[in-house]
């Protein structure tokens, strides 16, 4: 079942519950007992991150100088995947993850076999193989060429950044920086990419090859405004936002809403739980303002029945017209 097949079935399964007969009242602040928030663990960071030699990896591009009697050129020679490089004569020398000065050792070696007083140079001509990827809630998500020095905040740079949209008056992120995670040879480094767009030296470390920038996108951190309102609605969460203030974005309530049964739906698809409120008991100062937490789903029942002022402001346009109506033909009494 897709994600919105499963969010149909929860609403209705929540809507369909009556005058909200059996739910639990909502808390003013959500009980962090019933649905702890995630343990938040910041990482320490990596506090020597000295600068690397160029190293040769697979993708790169070479030229390869032999220099004898006479100078001979190999052009545009390839680290393959498994390292080897394909020198004429010398064959496949093992270059991958050696310096400049460590290669020209092995290709000269290689190349002695057949001229024992030839020089080997190396000269890069396309570091191609010098690449980060990254990936998830940025605006270009890719491989990205790497320079010397390049670090985490320039390579999210590189890929647009994270991506935003402006919703109402407000510019929101939709990607999670905190929980965002440089990978190198299959682990997660000890940084915050958030605190390195800070400034921190410890997390704003410098990208390798090969290293992945993952930046996931913010999940639960939104509040879902449904059912009888005039706007049905999804906005950001932010701390301390309020019921009241959910309902406001979503313009308020239909004339069917029902004001005495307001459901808020938190915690995961496979066991939500379902509390109730009363925005009408809110009004009266018999009842709290309730605090949302992120991934809420607020959910405004129908009543039954509306009260007899509600029909009749329901109906006066219609007794209106039809008055009028009468007036014109001489019914009206």
Request: glycine residues 10%.
């Amino acid at each position: 079942m897709g994600g919105a097949a499963r969010l149909a079935a929860l609403v209705g399964a929540v809507a369909v519950t009556g005058c909200g007969a059996g739910l639990p009242d909502a808390t003013a602040v959500p009980d962090p007992e019933a649905f702890p928030p995630p343990e938040s663990v910041v990482p320490e960071g990596i506090a020597e991150d000295h600068p690397a030699p160029f190293r040769l990896v697979p993708g790169d591009v070479v030229t390869v100088s032999a220099i004898s009697a006479e100078t001979t050129a190999y052009e545009g020679l390839v680290v393959d995947e498994a390292g080897l490089l394909h020198v004429p004569l010398a064959g496949d020398i093992e270059v991958g993850g050696l310096t400049l000065e460590e290669a020209e050792a092995r290709v000269q070696e290689g190349l002695r076999r057949f001229d024992t007083v030839v020089v080997a140079t190396l000269t890069v001509t396309d570091p191609a193989g010098h690449r980060a990827s990254v990936i998830g809630a940025v605006t270009t998500p890719g491989r990205i060429d790497l320079v010397p020095g390049t670090r985490v905040t320039d390579l999210l740079a590189a890929a647009g950044g994270p991506i935003t949209d402006v919703e109402g008056s407000e510019s929101v992120v939709y990607a999670n920086l905190h929980g965002a995670r440089l990978i190198r040879n299959g682990e997660a480094l000890p940084i915050s990419v958030a605190q390195a767009l800070e400034g921190d030296l410890r997390h704003n470390v410098r990208v390798r090859p090969g290293d992945t920038l993952y930046v996931p996108p913010t999940t639960g951190s939104r509040i879902t405004v449904l059912g009888e309102v005039e706007a049905p609605t999804v906005l950001p969460y932010r701390a301390g936002i309020l019921l009241t203030e959910a309902l406001a974005v979503a313009s308020g309530l239909t004339i069917d809403g029902d004001r005495a049964d307001i459901r808020v739906v938190r915690g995961d698809f496979r066991a939500p739980q379902v509390y109730t409120t009363s925005l009408r008991a809110l009004v009266d100062g018999d009842s709290h303002n309730v605090m949302l937490a992120p991934g809420d789903i607020v959910y405004v029942t129908q009543h039954w029945f509306a009260s007899v002022g509600e029909v009749l402001d329901r109906l006066a346009p219609v007794l209106a017209s039809f008055t009028a109506f009468g007036i014109a033909y001489g019914l009206a009494q």
